[in-house]
Each structure stands twice: as structure tokens, then as C-alpha cells.
């Protein structure tokens, strides 16, 4: 734990950060980095396990006991010069400044880094509380255990009790930034809850969502808006929306083709080719248009981590080909790509007003998504179907669910249509 200038302090706030997700890039750093030193089949359970915590099928002591217990006997010193190696979020070190300078308190909870590598990062940025979990070593090696608070039921809520307790604060005074479940413990010990790039429970729970850099935060940190701050459109989104929009041409390649299969085939290609390339790139290796349009389509954030959302993206439209009969399929290819795209592109440039049931979307967007998904959706069944499954796929859209909607407006849409075709 650090605590340090106690008495500097002129702001009674207390502004709380995840760590994974939220300062550095999400499971960063035993995915990419220690994974490194346990070898193939070391590294596959640890994704599995990943995958089965994610998929709520197994809770987060026994997922982290599982994943650590495959780094025993590693020494602790090439641990932390690993964990060195991750980069910070964009912009994280500005906003840790500027609180600093405004006086505010800050502290660092983690559940899946350990408390000396959470201590580092807080000396780093000048925070005030640094925990994480407790590694058990042996000769500077690690035994493969683990424990402390973080890891148990509720156990970040029971670290910033104490922090309260030793502050003298209430939850009025207390600010949350975090972007998954994990963290959902802590929102009622604090007034203002802020989600960073959320999971779905984090969207619906939280007071505020904040998709870009970190310092797009500070206006809620700091208390000086109390209403929605949209930054507007970036270059970014816009190429990133332009990509996803593109997805309209494929029911056209088909009929063109006349092959619907030839042309899953062909994006399957495509996206085993972007898989690699990812792979490659956070290795440091650029691959010729994959590695450039993702750079300039990614938000920042998503730079120092495996993109999965043109995975996701690119899976939805071969499902929606095969498991859908003609023109219904392409339907609700057409509502996805033109719907969300332009939900999207909408909401981040007139959007005002976020759903009460999801603060990561605007009412604004989704209402000219579900107009372009319609249109969209006319040039392949008639106008009511297109209306029907427009509708549902904008609801879809809006709706803060556990998968993304990349897969759920295709899907959701095409099942609709064949139901009321």
C-alpha cells in the first residue's frame, strides 16, 4: 500500500481506478507478456480458463488460482521485468497530473496483478493506495499460490472500505473508474461511477461511459459536468465506421457470385490473415494494410492489445450467410452493417441523450441506425419485414447485453425475419 503527502490534499475526493482495463491494456500482461515463459500448452489452458471465468463458469478466486498456479517457480524479478514491459493507456500519466495538481486522492485496486507490481505503477503516477494480490515466493520464486482481499468475493469492496475508514471519507466523496464486473462491488461505496470501455453490467450500472482516451474522464472526475460529454467524431471513427459500413457490399458480392459459401469461404481467409497479423503487430512487426488500417481505425487504447472486434464482426456476417436462406440473410447483413454503423457514426456526432438502461449509447444514434437499417433491409424483403427486423435489430443494438452486437443484430434480425417470413 503507499500512502504518501496526507496532508497535501485540499479536495476531499477520492478517485479509485482498476488497473487491467483501465491504466494498462486488459489482460495484457499474462496473456501476452508472461505467457511467454510457460510454453504452448501452458498458455492454452490459461485462455481457457479466461474464457470460462468471462463465460461466468467459474468465479474470479478459482479462475486467478488456476492461472497463476501455471507460473509457479518462475522467479519474481523476471515476473516484474515483464509486467515492465506493458505500456499505459493513452493519456493515463495527464490525468493522473492533473489530479494531483487539483489536489484530489487516488488509489489503485487490482485483482489480477500483485501488489508490488501495483505499487510500482502507483509510485509511477503518484497515487496515494496501491493493492493487489499477494504472491507467495520461495527463494524469490513463486510457489504458484496466491491470496489477499482482491481475489475474494466482494474483495475490492472491502479494500476501499478500509481506505474510506483511514480517509475519513463517505461515499459522496468517493469516484470509481472501471471497466468489468469485477468491480461492480465498489459502485455503491461511491457517488459517481464511471465505466471506461465497459462490459455490458458495467453500462448498465454505471453514471458515465468514456470510450476513447482516459483524459475523456476528467470532466466526471472532476465534477465540472454533470450531463454526457460527447468529444464528437475522431478520424478513427470515422474510418472504423466506414470499414463496418462497407460490410453492405457482401450481399451484393453473393449475388453477383452466386455463391454465398464461396464467399464465407473467402472472408474466412480474410480474417485468419487478420488474426496473424495481430499477432505479429504486438510483437512489434508490421504486416503490409491489415497493420495499417488498423492503426488508423483503432481507438487508442485498443493499439496495445489483440483487436477482436473485426473477428466478431467478420464471424457475424459468415453465420448470418450460412444459417439464413437468401435475402433473409442478406437483410440482416444490411441492418447490421448500415444499422450500427451509422448508430455509431450518429450517436458520436449529435448524440445527447443516453439510454437510462445503457450509458455507453444514444437515443439519437440509434434512431438514424434503425433508419438506415430499414432502408438497408427494403432492398431485400418487403417493407414490413424490413420495419420489423429493423426495429429488433436497433433494439439489439441498444441493449447492453454480454455479447457483442455485432453478433446479436445479425442474428436476432435474421431469426425475426424467418419467423415472420
Not at 128 to 148: M, V
Not at 287 to 302: C, D, G, N, Q, Y
Request: contains cysteine; glycine residues 6%; aromatic residues 10%.
Amino acid at each position: 500500500m503507499v500512502d504518501k503527502n496526507r496532508g497535501a490534499c485540499k479536495i476531499n475526493r477520492l478517485i479509485v481506478f482498476d488497473v487491467e482495463g483501465v491504466l494498462i491494456p486488459k489482460r495484457r500482461y499474462l496473456l501476452f507478456e508472461a505467457a511467454r515463459r510457460i510454453g504452448y500448452w501452458d498458455t492454452l489452458k490459461l485462455i481457457v480458463i479466461g474464457l470460462l471465468y468471462e463465460a461466468w463458469m467459474l468465479p474470479l478466486e478459482s479462475a486467478l488460482k488456476r492461472i497463476f498456479i501455471l507460473f509457479q517457480g518462475l522467479a519474481i524479478d523476471d515476473l516484474f521485468q515483464l509486467y515492465k514491459q506493458v505500456p499505459l493507456i493513452p493519456s493515463v500519466e495527464e490525468v493522473f497530473k492533473k489530479l494531483k495538481q487539483a489536489g484530489y486522492r487516488t488509489a489503485l485496486i487490482s485483482s489480477g496483478l500483485p501488489t508490488l507490481f501495483v505499487e510500482h505503477l502507483a509510485a509511477r503516477l503518484g497515487a496515494d493506495y496501491a493493492f493487489g494480490l499477494q504472491l507467495e515466493t520461495t527463494d524469490n520464486r513463486f510457489t504458484g499460490k496466491i491470496s489477499g482481499d482482491v481475489i475474494k468475493h466482494n474483495g475490492k469492496a472491502l479494500v476501499l472500505k478500509k481506505i474510506i475508514e483511514r480517509e475519513r471519507l463517505s461515499p459522496q466523496d468517493c469516484v470509481v473508474v472501471a471497466d468489468d464486473r469485477n468491480n461492480l462491488s465498489i459502485f455503491p461505496l461511491c457517488a459517481v461511477k464511471i465505466g471506461y470501455n465497459p462490459d455490458f453490467l458495467v453500462s448498465a450500472k454505471c453514471d458515465f461511459v468514456v470510450k476513447g482516451a482516459l483524459s475523456e474522464s476528467l470532466p466526471y472526475l472532476t465534477g465540472e459536468t454533470t450531463k454526457t460529454y460527447n468529444p464528437g467524431l475522431s478520424r478513427s471513427d470515422f474510418i472504423r465506421e466506414a470499414i463496418h459500413i462497407s460490410g453492405v457490399f457482401v450481399p451484393f458480392v453473393c449475388i453477383l457470385l452466386d455463391d454465398r459459401y464461396l464467399v464465407s469461404s473467402l472472408i474466412f481467409i480474410i480474417t485468419l490473415l487478420y488474426i496473424a497479423s495481430e499477432l505479429v503487430r504486438l510483437r512489434g512487426t508490421n504486416v503490409p494494410v491489415f497493420s495499417t488500417l488498423t492503426r488508423r481505425a483503432a481507438i487508442k487504447p485498443e493499439l496495445y492489445e489483440f483487436i477482436t472486434a473485426p473477428i466478431i464482426y467478420a464471424i457475424a456476417i459468415m453465420v448470418s450467410l450460412i444459417l439464413f436462406p437468401p435475402h433473409i440473410n442478406y437483410a440482416s447483413i444490411a441492418i447490421l452493417a448500415l444499422g450500427d454503423g451509422f448508430a455509431t457514426l450518429f450517436g458520436k456526432k449529435f448524440g445527447r441523450t443516453t439510454f437510462p438502461f445503457n450509458k455507453g449509447k444514444q437515443v439519437e444514434g440509434s434512431f438514424f441506425g434503425f433508419l438506415f437499417a430499414f432502408m438497408g433491409a427494403l432492398a431485400f424483403v418487403n417493407p414490413t419485414q424490413a420495419l420489423i427486423a429493423s426495429a429488433i435489430g436497433m433494439l439489439m443494438e441498444s441493449l447492453p447485453t454480454p455479447v457483442s452486437d455485432n453478433l446479436t443484430v445479425p442474428i436476432v434480425s435474421g431469426l425475426v425475419l424467418t419467423i415472420i417470413s
